[in-house]
């Protein structure tokens, strides 16, 4: 069993077994204590080495992806952007997975970009700069953030790190001004999604 999976087979157990209010939210500090600190660690790491596995096997990344129109992207992210979204399995939780692919080539963002997106549709592993992902995990693993796992992958599917040298893997980063969070809580919906709200209350 890894460790990923462990909180919800004991939350299911809690249930079945009638456990109270205290225990189940006993149970979801536990999940949220597995992947301490926030971003990075090991717990997060290896989490993110399943989920990427996963995204490749229902080719939302990799050599064998779905393609998918580029469009005009912007800051972080890069001048280009794809968009991909599917359910997966990860650690026996089905959640749902947004794949946003990162086309930067010689831009610094949208602005002047050199970059346009007939470039990318026809030859798009030669732009591709990185991955980012947002996956939906169990109950309890971030409720205060609609329990997003996010990750931001090199394009052969390494984590990349910020410039303390820390995983992009995890809750990025709770509690900052700055980072996956603290950009996506600002998306309309209040399900941290930018392109669409249907998440909303899920």
Known sequence: MTVASMPIAALSAAILLGAGPAAAADLAAESRAETTPPFGGEANTAYAQELWAALETARLVGDNT???TPYDGRAPHGGVLVTLEGDIDVAGHTGIA???????GEV??????TLDKSTVADNPDDHLASVTVMYRREQGY???HDNWFWAKYTPAGDLMTNAED??????VAKGGEKGCIACHQRAKGD?????????AGE
């Open 142 to 144: 971030d409720p205060d």
């Open 98 to 104: 947004l794949v946003k692919k990162n086309y930067r």
């Open 191 to 199: 399900d941290y999604v930018f392109t669409h709200d249907r998440l």
């Open 66 to 68: 779905f393609r998918a």
């Open 108 to 113: 610094a963002g949208p602005a002047g970009s």
């Open 166 to 171: 820390m995983a992009l893997a995890g809750r």
